[in-house]
């Protein structure tokens, strides 16, 4: 049967390319500077909006999947860069949780603190750790919506052994949404 | 440049072809049962969990999608029976906006109250009501994980004008939880 429906996920060809370049990242800094370059570069191609998520495999440092914000390209809201490198970083290992039996610890690096749906998603995705660059507060400031996140929030997934690191990079970081919102791009759920 | 990440979104056969059944819904009850049934065989199907998911456009009743939770089937831990829908609808109307204009209001009917990802990614696929089935008590009581949703976070949806009803042919949509549960089916984050 075919599908009137068929959804399409995928990154765009420059970020599939950087996606698949070789290399260990051994900082949190190194790491997260992968996901605020994929912010820069989703917003100069055109591509979507300033957001920029990797997952790292925590102790070795392999890039393991890139995520970009897709919502305007693919015409689909639940695209957010995490969302994005969540459903790739499954697929890639070919399990429903990057926590499953045999696998290594994995580590999500998003450019910017995660909305709500990007925070629960991370609860069910299974990386134990979150590095975030700009905050809740930067993104708010610039007018973009996060949604219902509490510091209750972050409690419920501490209390799940999910460790959340905010604010690395963070300059860099919103230094992307600055520029975003300066060049007037789509703050579509202002 | 091939894809070693390709990501599938796609409802089990016998979904597709509910979905594409022609009829209007006219009740909240008659819409429910729609994503109760849909959990329910999706269970029977063996194609995934016991939560099912069905958008409606408000005042026509015409079903616009149907979701079904597909994690462990296609091994997407993103893809809880709503974000199904939500993509799926979104996929139909070829926008990344539910409450994009030009286009009819959506209501959103779900066999359980969302958890913490779904009832985030509601507040960006612009549906503009949430009506659902079992209540987060029920499923907790059987070890389903909701995760960070607090009365605060309804209260946010609120203020944005996103009314929900909860417990909607509640017993029912419990039912299809104590059936699945009581066969022993996978609680993957219990």
Known sequence: MSD???IRVELPPWALERESSA??????????RVAIEAADLNVQAGTGGPFGAAIFESASGRLVALGVNSVVRL???VLHAEMV????????VGR???????????TLYSSCDPCAMCLGAALWAGVRRIVC???????????????PVFPDSYRYLAARGIEVAHGVL??????????????????YNA
Chains 1, 2 share one sequence.
């Open 85 to 92: 490198a969540f459903m790739r970083a499954q697929a890639r």
């Open 23 to 32: 290399g260990a990242y051994r900082t949190d800094e190194e790491r997260m």
């Open 170 to 187: 963070r300059d860099e970081a919103r230094g992307v949404l600055e520029r975003y919102r300066a060049a007037g791009g789509i703050i």
């Open 133 to 147: 660059g700009a905050t809740r507060e930067d993104a708010v400031a610039l007018r973009f919506d996060e949604g």
């Open 75 to 77: 015409a689909n809201s």
């Open 96 to 106: 429903y949780s990057l926590a499953a039996p045999g696998l290594p610890g994995h």
């Open 4 to 6: 009137p429906a068929a």
